[in-house]
T-cell receptor, first 118, second 114 residues
Framework: GAVVSQHPSWVICKSGTSVKIECRSLDFQATTMFWYRQFPKQSLMLMATSNEGSKATYEQGVEKDKFLINHASLTLSTLTVTSAHPEDSSFYIC??????????????FGSGTRLTVV | KQEVTQIPAALSVPEGENLVLNCSFTDSAIYNLQWFRQDPGKGLTSLLLIQSSQREQTSGRLNASLDKSSGRSTLYIAASQPGDSATYLCAVLGSGAGSYQLTFGKGTKLSVIP
């Protein structure tokens, strides 16, 4: 089955530093990947849609200069949280879907990254 | 704008009971509906996916139904076990405005008591 690998699973960083999170589709090609943020006891909030070879599409209210997304290949998307602040502490999850058969195949999610900014 | 509601928000049952989780959505223009399981601090595991043309899907002790016209889906768990304790999320893939985006409910937190 489709597998999405997300790294790191957790990270602690100091305020003002940048953190990069990787999302890889291991056994399928994904022209589109998605980045979500989840606050405690809340559901997933879509942050942006990552498109291979083009700019990401950000949801309203998400700062694109703060959350940099790069989708350089069909199997890798990265999210970089720049100049991190404590309020950026959250659980970040990526997902991907197969390039073909959109309706037939569901979304596969990574295992998530717990970011703590101190 | 699609809205997904899950009821109840939390549920506690003794081991062995059968249970039903409910999901409703406001816009019936969907490609499919997916049920996920999320353990604390973990990502999402897909349980069942129902295409818009289907009525139900089954996997082991799990059965999911879809009534697209009324905007409802249920997840039935038979003979619940403590290992079933997790948060269950329902998500719909829109085919109208906001196509190809998943809209999630807030989830139902299930606790199965040994």
């Amino acid at each position: 089955g489709a597998v999405v690998s997300q790294h790191p699973s957790w990270v602690i960083c100091k305020s003002g530093t940048s953190v990069k999170i990787e999302c890889r589709s291991l056994d399928f090609q994904a022209t589109t990947m998605f980045w979500y943020r989840q606050f405690p006891k809340q559901s997933l909030m879509l942050m942006a849609t990552s498109n291979e070879g083009s700019k990401a599409t950000y949801e309203q209210g998400v700062e694109k200069d703060k959350f940099l997304i790069n989708h350089a290949s069909l199997t890798l998307s990265t999210l970089t949280v720049t100049s991190a602040h404590p309020e950026d502490s959250s659980f970040y999850i990526c997902s991907a879907r197969m390039s073909q058969g959109l309706q037939r195949y569901g979304y596969t999610f990574g295992s998530g990254t717990r970011l703590t900014v101190v | 704008k699609q809205e997904v509601t899950q009821i109840p928000a939390a549920l506690s049952v003794p081991e062995g009971e059968n249970l039903v989780l409910n999901c409703s959505f406001t816009d019936s223009a969907i490609y499919n509906l997916q049920w996920f399981r999320q353990d604390p601090g973990k990502g999402l595991t897909s349980l069942l996916l129902i295409q818009s043309s289907q009525r139900e899907q089954t996997s082991g002790r799990l059965n999911a139904s879809l009534d697209k016209s009324s905007g409802r889906s249920t997840l039935y768990i038979a003979a619940s076990q403590p290992g079933d304790s997790a948060t269950y999320l329902c998500a719909v893939l829109g085919s109208g405005a906001g196509s190809y985006q998943l809209t999630f409910g807030k989830g139902t937190k299930l606790s199965v008591i040994p």
